[in-house]
């Protein structure tokens, strides 16, 4: 009688877990798949190298506060990618005012960020999600 009590139970929790529903996926996940923090400052480093070297662009970023906006990047991707940080920069639409960025420029930082995230093993729909998130920004930093 008690093995076929403890045998009850066994099934009716087994039924349980089989019924419930798989974890939804933790909020920070893809603030995890860049590499927390550390991974995330590798990335905006790589990209500022790859900005350093690119002639298309180059040319936007002489006057540029550098420290300041590694900073300021590294908050808004931990922040877009859901991790625990506040960003406390300019709005894009301020940040960007004057510069007369065209779609093209746009698209090479694109290609640098890629490049960046590539060097640090990012999986690729990683990538995606993170350029999927920053992909809005588009139309406040564009021709301002
Ligand atoms: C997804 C695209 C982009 C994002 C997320 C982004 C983000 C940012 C952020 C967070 C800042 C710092 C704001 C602050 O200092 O408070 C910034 C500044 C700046 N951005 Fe962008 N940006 C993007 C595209 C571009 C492009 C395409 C260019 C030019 C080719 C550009 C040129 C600059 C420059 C030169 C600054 C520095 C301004 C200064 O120090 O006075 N950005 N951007």
């Not at 007369?100 to 290609?111: K, M, R, S």
């Amino acid at each position: 009688m008690r093995h076929l009590i403890v045998l009850v139970a066994a099934l009716t929790l087994g039924g349980c877990a089989a019924h419930s529903a798989a974890p939804p996926p933790a909020e920070d996940e893809l603030y995890q798949a860049l590499g927390g923090q550390s991974g995330i400052e590798r990335i905006v480093e790589g990209l500022l190298i790859n900005i350093a070297d690119d002639e298309r662009i180059v040319s936007h970023f002489v006057d540029a506060d550098i420290d300041r906006l590694f900073e300021k990047l590294v908050e808004q991707i931990c922040m877009e990618s859901g991790g625990p940080c506040e960003y406390t920069g300019d709005s894009m639409e301020d940040s960007h005012a004057g510069m007369d960025i065209t779609e093209g420029d746009f698209n090479a930082l694109v290609e640098n960020l890629i490049v960046a995230m590539t060097a640090e093993g990012v999986p690729v729909t990683s990538q995606n999600r993170l350029l999927h998130r920053l992909a809005p920004m588009r139309g406040s930093i564009i021709y301002r």
